[in-house]
């Protein structure tokens, strides 16, 4: 099953369903010499994040979480999930060049 560009019909889909189309995500941002810090927030209810952060062969055809796991093993990335599921922060190591 493809899903090639389907999200836009997703994004439109649930911004038209009462249960989700207030729903909205916070991102705090913060930069210093070394870093960049993201933390986001989300209303859901977040979600059982401990199997996505390393790559699963069973799921490789899976409509999501990869993306997940690729970003935890780059090595410039930290993530760091919270609580629920519903909370991350992301911390990017700078390279000299982005300094």
Known sequence: MCLCNE???????RLADPRWR????????????????????????????????DIDPGRVFDPNGRGIA?????????MEYRGRGNVIEVRIELTDHER
Request: hydrophobic share 40%.
């Open 70 to 78: 690729l970003a935890n093993r780059t090595g410039v990335l930290q």
């Open 22 to 53: 207030d729903r909205y995500a916070e991102l705090a941002f913060e930069r210093d010499e070394d870093s960049l810090r993201l933390l986001i927030t989300d209303q859901g209810d977040g979600f059982d994040f401990g199997g996505f952060l």
């Open 7 to 13: 999200w836009h019909a997703e994004v439109s889909r």
